[in-house]
């Protein structure tokens, strides 16, 4: 991508992420946000991060073989389940990167 | 406040690394940071530009993600009262952590009405400071660490960290199971318009799951 188009991609998103975060500040006390739309925002980050992470994760093993022998998908699920146990930052980064490391290491064993 | 500090500084070194990964130099690296700081945003717009997807695509996606700041937006502007702190300065130091503990202790009325412009703006601030000192360390390290360590596995981990404690109720995990499903199912789609349908579906499947279940409040944790 030239550096031009990156500075577009740079500029646009983050002017639509200022004007995300101004609305209702600028509209202030003169309109409230409908009720209906409160409970449709609630599943904006669980539904892109669910469609940013699966493909992230599954798309590169589908072309290595066993797709549930993989070490990635093998080390995501692991720190989806520490992250949903502890549900700290630092634990699921060293369980995540941890098992990455140990995994990849057996892997020709897998 | 200061639990929160901690857990930026993976992220924000992430976000600055996949920066770099996507072929930004280290100043534009730093400057996007400055101009978006939205860290889910900023990783996942980097993945794309590495994947050389359209630009618009990749807007669309930064747009979306950052659509739950409207939500925090309506819900904030009627608890801070008005002030001397210019109100575009506060829109823009709003993050996740800084709402989340605002509307908290606001709503417990554990900070008095007068101190709630100050205690928001130090609360968004120091977040911020230490965001792009992270996001500039990662920029740096970034240049350096080998492929082999594969870092770059740390920017699933943080949609992973970032996802995971938000899914509470059966409706939220509806949204990003078919999110993801279909993402999935899609992903040879041109553009990465894989993402964007998998996404408006999931989510369009989560409000409907609440409105037909209601939230099913407690079964999963």
């Known amino acids: 991508m030239s550096t031009a188009t990156m500075w577009l991609v740079i500029f646009a998103g983050g002017l639509g992420t200022f004007l995300a975060r101004y609305s209702f500040f600028w509209l202030s006390d003169r309109k409230a946000l409908p009720k209906e739309w409160v409970r449709v925002l609630r599943f904006v980050p669980p539904g892109v991060l669910g469609a940013l992470i699966i493909p992230g994760v599954v798309v590169p093993s589908l072309h290595s073989g066993n797709v549930l022998l993989n070490p990635r998908v093998l080390a995501a699920l692991i720190s989806i389940l520490v992250a949903w146990r502890t549900k700290n930052v630092m634990i699921t980064f060293a369980a995540g990167m941890g098992s990455l490391w140990l995994l990849q290491s057996i892997e020709p064993l897998l | 406040m200061l639990p929160i500090i901690p857990g930026l500084i993976p992220f924000a070194m992430i976000a600055g690394m996949s920066a770099i990964d996507a072929g930004m130099n280290p100043l534009m690296a730093q400057l996007y940071s400055v101009f978006v700081f939205a860290g889910a945003s900023q990783i996942a717009a980097a993945q794309l530009i590495g994947q050389h997807a359209e630009p618009l695509v990749i807007i669309l996606t930064i747009w979306i993600i950052n659509l739950r700041f409207v939500m925090y937006s309506a819900s904030l502007s009627t608890k801070?009262?008005?002030?001397?702190?210019?109100?575009?300065?506060?829109?823009?130091?709003?993050?996740?952590?800084?709402?989340?503990?605002?509307?908290?202790?606001?709503?417990?009325?554990?900070?008095?009405?007068?101190?709630?412009?100050?205690?928001?703006?130090?609360?968004?601030?120091?977040?911020?400071?230490?965001?792009?000192?992270?996001?500039?360390?990662?920029?740096?390290?970034?240049?350096?660490?080998?492929?082999?360590?594969?870092?770059?596995?740390?920017?699933?981990?943080?949609?992973?960290?970032?996802?995971?404690p938000g899914l509470r109720d059966f409706p939220a995990v509806i949204a990003a199971v078919v999110g993801g499903s279909l993402g999935l199912a899609l992903h040879n789609l041109p553009f990465n318009l894989g993402l964007v349908f998998g996404s408006i579906v999931g989510i369009t499947c989560g409000y409907l799951a609440e409105r037909s279940f209601g939230k099913k409040k407690g079964a999963l944790t």
Do not use: H
Request: some cysteine; glycine content about 8%; aromatic content about 14%.
């Open chain 2, 80 to 164: 801070l009262p008005a002030s001397t702190i210019p109100k575009p300065l506060q829109a823009y130091v709003m993050t996740d952590q800084s709402f989340a503990i605002c509307v908290g202790m606001f709503d417990q009325n554990q900070v008095t009405r007068e101190n709630r412009a100050a205690f928001y703006l130090g609360s968004s601030v120091v977040p911020w400071l230490v965001w792009q000192i992270a996001t500039g360390l990662g920029i740096v390290f970034g240049s350096v660490i080998p492929a082999s360590w594969s870092l770059d596995f740390g920017v699933w981990l943080c949609f992973i960290a970032i996802m995971i």
